[in-house]
């Protein structure tokens, strides 16, 4: 890659940003379809969003990427968002066109990548169990919505969030009142109301089976287990559920879902998908 005077940028904000594959995903797209970008990590404080958003029009960056914790807080930030961000009110890709500042949220697509690409594209699943309530959980329970599930059990420590979460839902006619409820997030309760899941999903920050939550015997109906966290190829979560003959999937390919599309949004090009999965997969490593 040459960086010269007519190098495009593109980046990623967010607190931490250290841990991030979303740079080395990006370039090596970048290089294989022999676009002038590159994409850089900006550690973006609470404090300094504003400017930094400012930054984007005032250096002339083409994007960026937005990840926690500032997916909600920019929001007032842009001139106007796509359907699923206002939806969602998170953004994790902002494109500027000519100082105009569009917010998108990939996410929604990029779990519907995961389950395609895993499960195949006729993958449906009755009765779905998410545990977490927040912004991750959020643009889940949107795609579980276009995959055609019927009934979604939401289980979180803080139960008012995920009562948010749940008339959020239900107002929107994401799912019907009498589709979604709600459990405090413990064993007992996750064997007793989510024992008939067929898809169960890790959306918290936290690794659910190290923070003792998850039934020794696990859950009966239960045939695909979805760990958004993608750092480890295999998380406990993971082993617990193959360990109960579940199929298991990490979020890496949710990941990369959300990169192609806003690998998109920033070129206008089609995304190389097998480059950008080799450096994910590289940066693990
Ligand atoms: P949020 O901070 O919005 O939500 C965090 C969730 O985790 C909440 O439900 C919170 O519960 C719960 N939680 C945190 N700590 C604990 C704990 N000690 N005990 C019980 N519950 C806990 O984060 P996001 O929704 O943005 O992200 C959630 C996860 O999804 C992260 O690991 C993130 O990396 C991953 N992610 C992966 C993506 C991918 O592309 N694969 C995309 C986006 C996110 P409470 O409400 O009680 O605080």
Request: proline share 4%; net charge neutral.
């Amino acid at each position: 890659m040459i960086i010269n005077g007519e190098t495009i940028v593109v980046g990623l904000f967010g607190d931490p940003v250290s841990h991030s594959l979303s740079p080395a995903m990006h370039n090596a797209a970048f290089q294989e379809r022999d676009l002038n970008f590159c994409y850089l990590p900006f550690h973006v404080c609470k404090e300094d969003l504003p400017g930094a958003v400012k930054a984007i029009c005032s250096l002339g960056l083409r994007g960026v990427n937005v990840t926690a914790p500032h997916k909600e807080a920019i929001v007032p930030y842009l001139n106007d968002l796509s359907a699923e961000a206002g939806f969602l009110n998170a953004v994790n890709t902002i494109v500027n066109r000519g100082g105009k500042l569009s917010g998108h949220n990939t996410d929604v697509y990029g779990f519907l990548f995961l389950l395609q690409n895993n499960l195949g594209k006729t993958f449906s699943a009755e009765k779905a169990c998410l545990l977490g309530a927040g912004g991750a959980a959020r643009a889940v329970a949107l795609a579980l919505n276009r995959v055609g599930v019927k009934s979604l059990v939401i289980a979180n420590r803080t139960t008012a969030r995920a009562e948010h979460m749940a008339s959020f839902l239900m107002e929107n006619r994401i799912l019907k009142d009498s589709a979604v409820s709600i459990i405090k997030l413990d064993k007992k309760n996750l064997q007793e109301n989510a024992a008939n899941a067929t898809l169960m999903i890790n959306a918290l920050s936290e690794d659910p089976f190290e923070l003792g939550f998850l039934p020794q015997a696990g859950l009966q109906g239960c045939r695909v287990a979805i760990d958004l966290r993608y750092h480890s190829l295999e998380t406990p979560f993971m082993k617990w559920a193959a360990g109960n003959g579940v199929l298991a999937f990490n979020g890496l390919d949710m990941l990369l879902g959300q990169g192609i599309k806003a690998f998109e949004i920033f070129t206008g090009v089609q995304a190389p998908v097998g480059i950008m999965r080799e450096a994910l997969v590289k940066g693990l490593k």
